[in-house]
């Protein structure tokens, strides 16, 4: 009798303890919270768990999704989310679903070393082998591309059938979750056609005449293929993924319910306003897009917007420069205050960055011009997530002066969306220009004599 009432006792035991953790994650999972820890490899001393959704640069930047690793690349962070969405960490895709609790290991050099375990894992094992639309998709990057355009397609198809047999092995994730990820197969497989005369005109090095005759034989041979696959397409709700945003201005062309397409276009009119406020310090310019952000029709792309524009406001031309502390090649903690006195010429890149590297040595020009005058600095910021390909990029150019690197959370203030990027600052530490000239421009030059003088 004696060991039944301890049977039972533990029975009980564990039946409360099982119905404690049942309560604690459908509490987390009402509550919208999503819990990521684990161990990251290969990355900077801060890294974002960035937002892939359509609002992903319509909304001020935030560091609210912070990670801050320890020495041993250790971490744990917990954010709210009002529904499923999209992130990335360093190079790997996430879905992550509010009650999510993921424990993870993620190698920014290789995102398929990425190991997930916990609540929201099946999904995100998933999402490991997503391709990416920069890299053409399933074209991966020129690998898939053929001399012959119907064999690039009938590749890619392939690509895309092997993808779709993946999605329906996986377990325990969600319909939403299979209709998304169904909708992205089919958006990678258009981004894929529509790259590959692209990505066919350069693995196969042709130039002239040549690569006349293989781009108007490969868009002759796909574009039926690409209606086909677009006809019926058209869903705003898609419009949460990079890919199907990078297709969605051709989809919409084969028609479509009026209210997505709108959506669709109120999208592309808000991202093109942002990007050109961005571009402006100055406030009374600034102003002027009120009106036209008030012209959108979809709500959500009007209020991120206006939020956008209201962050831009609280900080441009005239206003005192936003300090920030960085490092420097010898590992100094050095800070933008400490130049204070000087016209501030800062150019912002990464080694990743092509059009950076390419003004570099007009960077370097620009420097040597100034060499004997004391009034004025240049400042090389690098956003570069690791310090090795940084000092090598430096060592290998012989580049001196200030060189900095710097986490891009720390530059929030300048709204660093896409570089190569500039800023100029006069003597009494106001900003003058938030998207100055590059230094390939003439218009550099002027501007900075107007400071001096």
Same mark, same amino acid.
């Given at each position: ?29 009402? &509550? ?36 801050? /690793?320890?020495?041993?690349? @250790? ?22 679903? /509010? ?30 082998? *997503? ?42 994730? *969600? ?25 066919? *005109? ?66 592309? *009119? ?117 310090? @090795? ?51 390939? &421009? ?12």
């Amino acid at each position: 009798m004696k060991l039944n009432m301890k049977i039972i006792k533990r029975v009980a035991l564990i039946y409360c303890l099982s119905l404690f953790t049942l309560a604690s994650a459908f509490g987390q999972q009402k &509550e919208g919270w999503i819990t990521v820890k684990g161990q990251l490899k290969g990355f900077s001393n801060q890294v974002e768990i960035e937002d892939l959704s359509e609002f992903q640069y319509l909304l001020p930047p935030s560091a609210e999704r912070m990670v801050i /690793p320890d020495a041993e690349g @250790k971490f744990s962070v917990k954010f709210k989310a009002a529904a499923p969405n999209y992130y990335r960490l360093g190079r790997n895709a996430l879905y992550l679903t /509010p009650g999510d609790n993921l424990e993870v290991f993620i190698d920014k050099g290789n995102p398929k070393l990425a190991t997930f375990k916990g609540q929201g894992s099946a999904a995100n094992t998933y999402m490991m082998n *997503t391709p990416f639309p920069k890299g053409g998709s399933f074209i991966e990057g020129g690998k898939y591309v053929k001399e012959i355009p119907e064999a690039t397609v009938a590749a890619v198809e392939e690509r895309a059938a092997l993808r779709t047999r993946e999605l329906a092995a996986v377990k325990n994730v *969600t319909k939403e979750f299979r209709r998304l990820e169904t909708a992205r197969i089919k958006a990678d497989l258009i981004n894929s056609i529509n790259n590959g005369e692209n990505y066919g *005109t350069y693995m196969f090095k042709l130039k002239g005449d040549a690569a006349k005759t293989y781009t108007e034989n490969y868009l002759k041979a796909v574009s039926l293929k690409v209606a086909t696959y677009s006809k019926g397409f058209t869903d705003a709700s898609l419009m949460k993924m990079v890919v199907y945003r990078d297709i969605a201005d051709d989809v919409i062309k084969q028609g479509g319910d009026p209210a997505d397409i709108q959506k669709i276009k109120d999208w592309y *009119t808000a991202n093109t306003l942002v990007r050109e406020m961005q571009k402006v310090s100055d406030k009374q310019q600034l102003i002027t897009f009120k009106e036209k952000i008030a012209a959108l029709k979809t709500e959500s792309y009007k209020v991120a917007a206006s939020k956008m524009l209201q962050h831009l406001m609280s900080f441009g031309k005239g206003d005192t420069a936003v300090d920030f502390t960085t490092v420097d090649l010898a590992g100094n903690q050095v800070s933008l205050s400490s130049l204070n006195g000087k016209v501030i010429y800062v150019d912002i890149w990464a080694t990743w960055c092509g059009p950076c590297m390419q003004e570099m040595p007009h960077f370097e020009k620009l420097k040597l011009q100034y060499k004997d005058n004391p009034n004025v600095v240049f400042v090389s910021l690098s956003i570069d997530d690791s310090e @090795k390909p940084w000092k090598q990029s430096v060592e290998s150019r012989k580049a001196d002066g200030y060189q900095w690197l710097i986490n891009r959370a720390k530059l929030q203030a300048y709204n660093i969306v896409g570089i190569p990027r500039s800023l100029l600052i006069d003597k009494d530490f106001k900003m003058v220009d938030m998207d100055a000239p590059m230094p390939s &421009e003439a218009a550099a030059v002027t501007a900075i004599n107007t400071l001096l003088k």
